[in-house]
C-alpha cells in the first residue's frame, strides 16, 4: 500500500468517528500521525481529500455487500443488506454518506461532487439481485427509497426490531407483488417488453 492510499484510509477511519462536516486538516493530520502539509501534498487540497475518503468509502460498502450477496440466487437481498447495514461494525459507513447527503442538500455547491454516481452504482447493484422483469429499474429504485427511510429512522431511534419488521413487511409485500405480476408472463415477455428477443 502506498502512502497516499494508507492516509486516506486513516483519513476514512477518522470521518467515520468524527465526520465530515467540520472536519480540519490539521486535528485530522495530527490523529493519524501526518501532517496537513503531507495531506496536501497527496490530496490537494480539503476538498480533495474529502473526495478520495468518499470514494473509499464507497468502495468498501459496495465490495462488502458485493461480497455478502454474490452467489445468493437473489434470495433475500433486501434483508441481507439491511442486516449489513444496521452491524455495528457497517453502520457508521451509512452515517457518513447520510451526512454527506444531508450537507449536500444545504450547500450543493460545496458538497454534491462528492454523492456523483452514488445512486447510480447502488441502484446497479440491487437492480442486479432482483429477478428479470419489466419494470426491475422502478423497483430497484423503490427498494432503494425504503431502504433509505428505514436506515434514517433506525440511525435516528436505535430502534432495531421497529424498523427490521418494516423491512420485513416491505420485503413480503414486494415478493407478493413480484408473483402476481409474474403469474403468465414468462421471461420472454418481458424480452420483448424491454425490445429483446426470445430465444
Not at 490539521?26 to 480533495?48: C, K, M, N, V
Amino acid at each position: 500500500m502506498d502512502r497516499k492510499n494508507e492516509l486516506c484510509g486513516k483519513a476514512l477511519d477518522y470521518c467515520l468517528a468524527h465526520g465530515i462536516s467540520e472536519l480540519s486538516l490539521r486535528p485530522l493530520a495530527l490523529q493519524i500521525g501526518t501532517s496537513a502539509r503531507l495531506l496536501i501534498y497527496h490530496f490537494g487540497s480539503r476538498d480533495g481529500l474529502i473526495g478520495a475518503v468518499m470514494d473509499e468509502a464507497h468502495r468498501r460498502v459496495q465490495k462488502s455487500f458485493g461480497d455478502l450477496t454474490r452467489g445468493t440466487g437473489n434470495k433475500r437481498v433486501l434483508r441481507k443488506f439491511w442486516d449489513w447495514s444496521t452491524d455495528p461494525r457497517n453502520s457508521p459507513y451509512l452515517r457518513l454518506m447520510f451526512e454527506v447527503q444531508m450537507l449536500a442538500l444545504q450547500n450543493p455547491a460545496a458538497y454534491t461532487r462528492y454523492l456523483e454516481g452514488t445512486s447510480s452504482s447502488w441502484l446497479a447493484l440491487i437492480e442486479a439481485e432482483l429477478p428479470p422483469s419489466a419494470d426491475r429499474h422502478a423497483r430497484a429504485t423503490l427498494c432503494a427509497a425504503v431502504i433509505d427511510g428505514l436506515l434514517l429512522e433506525f440511525l435516528s431511534t436505535g430502534d432495531l426490531r421497529r424498523t427490521s419488521s418494516a423491512l420485513d413487511i416491505f420485503g413480503s409485500m414486494l415478493r407478493g407483488r413480484m408473483r402476481s405480476g409474474n403469474r403468465g408472463r414468462p421471461v420472454a415477455h418481458h424480452r420483448r417488453l424491454k425490445g429483446g428477443s426470445a430465444p
